[in-house]
């Protein structure tokens, strides 16, 4: 009796209930998605990147400029590897992805100067090149094969959530790493760790999920088969859209995220308590560590439990509202920090953390359901090379800023951006691709 309720499950429940979420997120391939992100994300030198770069010698304009750089080569590489992904096979992308950060991970602990960390910085923009939209794209493949393709969200939001457990996780052992490894630089060589194990992880998968079709074209037909995704993509003013709203919006994030690093060293002022224990510098360490695994485990919760919200906003309601929230924390942002008030500043830090990691899936969602199907690796390399490019842009702009003004103002015009990207790039975009 058992068994026969089973198959009416298997054959009928994917569609209503709950029980129909537990069984897809307990699916052997889901689990195998959620732990490569994870490991991904044990980037144990991420709370004090900032920091060993300032330490080195390098001024926020400066990193800025590396910031740039790694964009710049994301940027050129984007949309080859994302066309190579779709045309020559996922896996053996993904593996390169991953010996191009071991590479950059390298020289980062081997480097003292500006040209080391710039060359630190192409490898690991390679790597994030050959790495973004790919396993998405895997990902849309192993729905659409088991089709479950109205669960993009659930299972997206999924797999994200791992990788924002792996970063709380990677942030709470990069305190113990800090404070224990004879120099912080030798923290880049820990995080080789989880990538080797994401290698094999990925070696794993099925070969099903290498392309949309297994019998593929010629070599001979790469170019026709590029222009066929550029032009419906050209084409296609919607995704154009929401291409353009969720790449300034994810690359407005990405070039504040790491400046908590020297927010927090200009303006914490530690308990006394604390100074019988420790010296300030260690302090600072913890503090990072701790606010890193808290920002990641927040992001984690949201982008898990986001798709509830879609039916009563819908995905495009929803993520707009996110856009004019993100304008009133940066503007509180750069009020408290005119101010000299500093824990504010800490919790809006993790609501816009929320906001980053939540609307997420939201728009990749959107961007799938816009696609073809053939060719959502490259779609979403193009949404990565977008933000790349726009990131290219704002990252040194923001540094000058900091560096020359201050960095409440720089936070002021991101306030006075995100109100640009709420009036003119909403994506009017329903729940499944209803424009």
Not at 93 to 121: D, E, K, N
Not at 187 to 216: G, M, N, Q, R, T
Not at 272 to 283: H, I, Q, R, Y
Not at 362 to 391: C, D, P, W
């Amino acid at each position: 009796m058992k068994l026969l309720l089973f198959d009416v499950f298997l054959r009928f429940g994917y569609d209503t209930g709950m029980l129909t979420e537990k069984m897809i997120l307990k699916d052997t391939q889901i689990t195998k998605f959620s732990l490569y992100g994870f490991f991904k994300n044990l980037k144990f030198f991420e709370p004090y990147l900032f920091i060993f770069l300032m330490a080195n010698g390098q001024n926020l304009f400066q990193i800025g400029i590396l910031m740039a750089i790694m964009e710049t080569v994301l940027y050129l590489l984007e949309i080859p590897s994302g066309l190579i992904a779709d045309r020559y096979g996922r896996k053996r992308t993904l593996v390169i992805c991953f010996l191009f950060y071991i590479i950059s991970f390298i020289i980062f602990f081997t480097g003292h100067s500006f040209p080391v960390y710039t060359a630190a910085m192409v490898f690991f923009g390679m790597g994030e090149s050959f790495r973004s939209g790919t396993h998405k794209a895997m990902i849309y493949r192993y729905l659409d094969i088991k089709a479950w393709d109205s669960y993009k969200t659930l299972v997206y939001g999924r797999t994200r959530s791992f990788s924002l457990l792996g970063t709380a996780l990677s942030s709470v052992a990069a305190i113990a790493l800090a404070l224990h490894l004879p120099a912080l630089r030798a923290i880049f060589l820990a995080a080789i760790v989880p990538y080797l194990a994401d290698i094999i992880l990925i070696l794993s998968y099925p070969d099903s999920l290498d392309k949309e079709e297994p019998d593929a074209e010629p070599p001979s037909s790469f170019f026709a088969f590029s222009k066929t995704i550029i032009k419906s993509l050209a084409l296609n003013p919607p995704l154009r859209k929401a291409l353009l709203n969720s790449s300034l919006f994810d690359s407005v994030f990405k070039t504040i995220k790491d400046y908590i690093q020297p927010i927090t060293l200009a303006y914490l002022t530690l308990p006394a308590a604390w100074n019988g224990g420790f010296d300030k510098e260690t302090g600072e360490k913890i503090v990072l560590g701790l606010l890193y695994a808290l920002f990641a485990l927040s992001g984690a919760l949201a982008s898990r439990y986001v798709h509830r919200l879609v039916p009563r906003f819908g995905l495009s309601g929803l993520a707009d509202r996110y856009i004019l929230w993100a304008s009133l924390f940066f503007l509180l942002t750069a009020s408290f920090l005119s101010l000299d008030i500093f824990y504010p500043v800490l919790g809006l830090y993790l609501l816009l953390n929320v906001l980053k990691d939540s609307r997420r899936p939201l728009l990749v969602e959107t961007i799938g359901n816009l696609a073809r199907k053939e060719g959502r690796a490259t779609v979403l390399s193009v949404e990565s090379q977008l933000k790349s490019l726009f990131t290219v842009l704002l990252a040194p702009l923001f540094g000058l800023m900091a560096q020359k003004a201050s960095i409440p103002v720089a936070f002021l015009f991101l306030s006075l951006l995100m109100l640009f990207l709420y009036f003119f790039l909403r994506t009017h975009v329903n729940k499944g691709g209803t424009v």
